[in-house]
């Protein structure tokens, strides 16, 4: 049905018919929901519950696929969504204003002197590690702003988050505070920093950084994210597992196997792969795909949502979405759009 059709249906029922049929797109909205089932305003009007089926048009009203469909592959000369989704600011994101139950941390409220922008350091598992922060240009030490920490890919260090493409930044630094870590050289990797070197003593390491944050950074404790590519990407997987109670979102792009053994439980999860990469990675991030819709009440159908080409699974535990980009015209390259996609998933929660 067009949605001309389906308005002009909607304004031929009677107020009874239109109050039954309001709530089934609600249901059938909230199954596609990222952060749950919707709770009814108190005093809602009929008026206003015919304009909730409109908002659930573009979800309850799509034909769900099954399994991890792309929702259609991007446009020859690149998709209109991805160029929105590289081109969206902080501001766009925004800082996911609507958790009205923040978990401030320890540093709020205190007079903490903000840490200065860029490189810092720590002894985590008696080495020497360090990171990179940035906070929010808004940052005053009493609003707990959310967290997101990123994890590079092999070879790289911590400012590969502000390098071109990545630009993250732009995409989120308006709205969070940004920890962008580093792995230690692999001296099997010919000295190259990699997290693949030693997954023990680096999940030590985020909790060295997570602590040092609760001190010296007024955050979010509650709306912590991990975000990686490639070889960070494949760490991340670890971490949703092993750190699943710390952070409530992690995000990826084309990961290899982790440690998914003994997993906290469910957590929302945002993973992407480009069909031109190594075939065993397509497969690979498929997979876990599959483990993270299964841990988390997942059902097989799905229904496109921002940016093309990504999906949305249903029935998902309440606040455990999972979303899934399979682009047909990337590869193991960190997309300009995903930028903007992860940091509004994440906004989204």
């Not at 810092?120 to 598992?125: E, K, L, R």
């Not at 009440?297 to 998902?316: H, N």
Request: proline residues 6%.
């Amino acid at each position: 049905m067009s949605r001309g059709r389906f308005f002009w249906l909607i304004s031929g029922l009677t107020l009874a018919s239109s109050m039954a049929l309001s709530s089934a797109c609600s249901s059938a909205a909230d199954e596609f929901s990222r952060s749950g089932p919707s709770q009814p305003s108190a005093g809602n009007s009929n008026v206003s519950g015919a304009a909730n089926v409109a908002g659930a048009f573009n979800v309850a009203g799509a034909a769900p696929s099954a399994g991890a469909s792309s929702g259609g592959s991007p446009a020859a000369g690149g998709s209109t969504a991805h160029a929105g989704s590289a081109g969206m600011s902080s501001a766009g994101a925004g800082s996911g204003g609507s958790n009205k139950n923040p978990a401030p941390s320890a540093a709020c409220g205190k007079g903490v002197a903000p840490p200065a922008d860029g490189y810092h350091d720590i002894q985590a598992n008696n080495k020497a590690r360090r990171f990179v922060v940035h906070l929010p240009p808004s940052y005053d030490g009493k609003h707990p702003f959310p967290a997101i920490t990123t994890f590079h890919s092999k070879g790289d260090d911590a400012t590969q988050w502000d390098s071109v493409k990545f630009y993250y930044q732009d995409a989120a630094g308006a709205g969070n505070v940004l920890v962008y870590m580093e792995a230690l050289p692999d001296g099997t990797l010919g000295g190259a920093r990699s997290f693949e070197r030693d997954p023990a003593d680096d999940l030590l390491y985020v909790d060295g950084v997570v602590s040092w944050l609760r001190q010296n950074v007024c955050f979010d404790s509650s709306r912590l994210f991990a975000l990686g590519h490639s070889n960070g990407a494949t760490f991340v997987q670890n971490l949703a597992c092993h750190r699943g109670h710390l952070f409530r979102a992690v995000a990826g792009h084309a990961g290899d196997d982790a440690d998914t053994t003994g997993c906290d439980g469910p957590i929302a999860s945002w993973l992407s792969v480009g069909e031109g990469d190594n075939a065993s990675l397509v497969a690979t991030s498929k997979a876990r795909v599959e483990f993270w819709k299964q841990t988390n009440g997942c059902s097989s159908l799905s229904a496109p949502t921002e940016p093309d080409p990504c999906v949305l699974f249903a029935a998902c535990s309440p606040g455990k979405p999972v979303e899934f980009c399979d682009d047909t015209l990337g590869d193991h390259k960190w997309a300009a759009w995903m930028s903007g996609a992860t940091s509004t998933f994440f906004a989204s929660l």
